[in-house]
């Protein structure tokens, strides 16, 4: 089983993804991303996905027991250390993570919280495009980070697609959940020794050096 989970916290847009997918790679880590679990299973039209798939397309959070068991039923299948991108979520969901821990004996790791002001949240949001291929997932902006060709993904030549929820009213939704559950979850993390607060609004080469270190001093 996993012997260590890191997590990286911030807001809708903040660039946890984008930072998740070179973190994983250069420490050789799983990237859980609930989001991407979630929306696989709409995708997919599995019983989950039919049940949460309105609820995300408006920005609303998913239930808390919900998104406990996917998580936990991946962690028991899980060799590597984790990378959790989108999760916890909220204090409720923090709280029992550190519980599944303390009883499966994994430590927890680098808590990093990507702080980007919310002003330039939404740009990021509603420019952004995803690679349609799941097991690619490549993340492009139309205008910081576009594709070679329009529409295609530079790295696996899938169609970038648009994911529901990042058009201005849902990201409106989605910042509102942020804000209303935020706070408590910060505080949960914000006085361990392994917390990080790491600003998010600069190139990513540079958000990424600065997580490297913090994440060097844990790994
Ligand atoms: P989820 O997929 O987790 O979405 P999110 O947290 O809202 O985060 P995003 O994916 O929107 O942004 P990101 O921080 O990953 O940014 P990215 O790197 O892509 O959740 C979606 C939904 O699933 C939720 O609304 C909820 O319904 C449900 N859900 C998921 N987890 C849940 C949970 N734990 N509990 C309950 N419900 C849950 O970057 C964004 C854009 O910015 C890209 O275009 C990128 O190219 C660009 N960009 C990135 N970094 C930079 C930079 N440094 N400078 C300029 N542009 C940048």
Do not use: W
Not at 186 to 208: C, H, I, M, Q
């Amino acid at each position: 089983m996993t012997n260590k989970v890191h997590i990286l916290l911030g807001a809708p847009g903040s660039g946890k993804g984008t930072q998740a997918k070179r973190l994983v790679e250069t420490f050789r880590l799983t990237h859980l991303s609930t989001g991407d679990i979630l929306r696989d299973a709409v995708s997919k039209e599995t019983e989950l996905g039919l049940r949460v798939k309105n609820l995300m397309a408006e920005g609303k959070l998913v239930d808390d027991d919900t998104v406990n068991g996917l998580v936990f039923a991946r962690l028991q299948d899980e060799n590597q250390d984790v990378l959790f991108d989108g999760y916890p979520r909220t204090q409720n969901q923090a709280q029992s993570l550190q519980d599944f821990l303390s009883q499966k004996g994994i430590e927890l790791g680098t808590v990093a919280d990507v702080h980007v002001p919310q002003a330039v949240l939404e740009a990021r949001v509603v420019g952004r495009r995803v690679c349609s291929n799941n097991t690619c997932g490549a993340i492009y902006h139309v205008e910081n980070k576009p594709s070679k060709q329009q529409g295609v993904c530079d790295l696996c030549g899938s169609p970038l697609k648009h994911r529901s929820d990042d058009t201005s009213e849902a990201f409106r939704a989605r910042m509102g959940e942020f804000n209303s559950t935020f706070q408590p979850l910060l505080a949960f993390y914000k006085d361990r020794l392994t917390f990080r607060s790491v600003d998010g609004n600069r190139a990513p080469d540079e958000v990424f050096a600065t997580l490297e270190t913090h994440f060097k001093e844990n790994a």
